[in-house]
């Protein structure tokens, strides 16, 4: 699984984008989890973050898998 992640995401990571290998796969909880024990300055970003699942955005009982790209969508503002 390719993780993706966006402005003030790629600050709180460090890093653009990861491979993670889940085992079966992951519901959103996990998936979220796992984000967090990596990269807790997520936490700050967690309640206005939405995600996608190969490029449509995931429902909240969406299934991630090892095969999935996911991308973490800060929210947007424009002008």
């Known amino acids: 699984m390719r993780v993706l992640f966006f402005a003030q995401l790629k600050d709180a990571t460090g890093c653009d984008s990861i491979e993670l290998a889940p085992p079966v796969s992951w519901n959103t909880q996990q998936l979220w989890a796992e984000l967090l ?38 929210p947007v503002s424009g002008g």
């Open 37 to 74: 024990q990596k990269f807790p300055g997520l936490a700050a970003h967690r309640a206005n973050v939405r995600l996608s699942r190969n490029w449509e955005y995931a429902a909240a009982d969406a299934q991630f898998s090892k095969e999935d790209e996911v991308a973490l969508i800060p």
